[in-house]
């Protein structure tokens, strides 16, 4: 394992990577990580047993990195969570979210995690939408439904920033405990992005963005369905309504 950078502080970090159908992704992305922060990784795997046997041989020849599987597709708000609980249970003290699918690039960790200590936030997304990101190979119509998305979530939540489905995110240790205690009642995949930024803000936690650089996924299958599309608005509904309750209980 490499040592820790100078610009980093010396936190113990940890990063939880939900994955469905990313057998051909995981290894590539493991060995990114480790050549860039020292960390412990767990991998919350919904997939099928062909899946799961490969990418646990993948994870189980790197050092510092658990596999979790489970059966069902449970939504990836909910793997967040599991692997974050475990990360909690390894006292981490900040505790990294990303994608398997390679569309959040490893070498941004460590200015992530700096950045993160640096500005004393509970919770720093990489946001998509800000002057300085940038989006590559993404479809037309994925962006505007995207963008759109957000701006309606942003209208009716009043977090402020730009990006509330990007799940590139860093957690203080208080805001991971919090989220384990609150979050995950109002949807299980996707929305739970959402509710834990209403769910942080909304209690006084520091929320920040900052930019990124965000690639369309370069191999494997997209998690999106339209269950889950469909879920995702009623969510929003949800987390509306909590909005609201946790305005009235300050």
Same mark, same amino acid.
């Given at each position: 394992?490499?040592?820790?950078?100078?610009?980093?502080?010396?936190?113990?970090?940890?990063?939880?990577?939900?994955?469905?159908?990313?057998?051909?992704?995981?290894?590539?992305?493991?060995?990114?990580?480790?050549?860039?922060?020292?960390?412990?990784?767990?991998?919350?795997?919904?997939?099928?047993?062909?899946?799961?046997?490969?990418?646990?041989?993948?994870?189980?020849?790197?050092?510092?990195?658990?596999?979790?599987?489970?059966?069902?597709?449970?939504?990836?708000?909910?793997?967040? =969570?599991?692997?974050?609980?475990?990360?909690?249970?390894?006292?981490?003290?900040?505790?990294?979210?990303?994608?398997?699918?390679?569309?959040?690039?490893?070498?941004? !960790?460590?200015?992530?995690?700096?950045?993160?200590?640096?500005?004393?936030?509970?919770? !720093?997304?990489?946001?998509?939408?800000?002057?300085?990101?940038?989006?590559?190979?993404?479809?037309?119509? @994925?962006?505007?439904?995207?963008?759109?998305?957000? @701006?309606?979530?942003?209208?009716?939540?009043?977090?402020?920033?730009?990006?509330?489905?990007?799940?590139? @995110?860093?957690?203080?240790?208080?805001?991971?405990?919090?989220?384990?205690?609150?979050?995950?009642?109002?949807?299980?995949?996707?929305?739970?992005?959402?509710?834990? !930024?209403?769910?942080?803000?909304?209690?006084?936690?520091?929320?920040?963005?900052?930019?990124?650089?965000?690639?369309?996924? =370069?191999?494997?299958?997209?998690?999106?369905?339209?269950?889950?599309?469909?879920?995702?608005?009623?969510?929003?509904?949800?987390?509306?309504? =909590?909005?609201?309750? !946790?305005?009235?209980?300050?």
């Amino acid at each position: 394992m490499p040592s820790t950078p100078s610009h980093l502080p010396p936190a113990i970090l940890g990063v939880v990577i939900p994955a469905y159908k990313e057998a051909n992704n995981i290894g590539t992305l493991l060995r990114a990580i480790r050549d860039v922060i020292p960390a412990s990784i767990i991998v919350v795997v919904d997939d099928s047993p062909d899946q799961e046997t490969k990418i646990a041989f993948e994870i189980l020849s790197l050092p510092n990195a658990t596999f979790v599987h489970r059966e069902t597709k449970g939504g990836r708000g909910s793997a967040v =969570l599991a692997g974050i609980k475990i990360l909690l249970d390894q006292n981490c003290e900040r505790i990294i979210e990303m994608d398997a699918d390679m569309s959040h690039p490893p070498s941004q !960790l460590p200015q992530l995690v700096a950045e993160a200590e640096n500005r004393q936030l509970d919770l !720093l997304v990489a946001s998509r939408y800000l002057p300085q990101s940038k989006i590559a190979n993404w479809p037309v119509a @994925r962006r505007v439904f995207s963008i759109a998305s957000n @701006r309606l979530a942003r209208l009716l939540l009043q977090v402020p920033i730009s990006d509330y489905t990007n799940g590139y @995110r860093v957690y203080s240790r208080s805001a991971a405990e919090k989220i384990t205690e609150t979050c995950g009642q109002l949807g299980s995949g996707f929305i739970a992005l959402s509710e834990i !930024l209403v769910n942080l803000f909304y209690r006084g936690f520091r929320v920040g963005e900052t930019p990124t650089v965000f690639t369309n996924r =370069l191999r494997g299958e997209s998690s999106i369905t339209s269950v889950e599309v469909r879920n995702a608005l009623i969510g929003l509904g949800r987390i509306y309504l =909590l909005k609201r309750k !946790l305005i009235a209980g300050r």
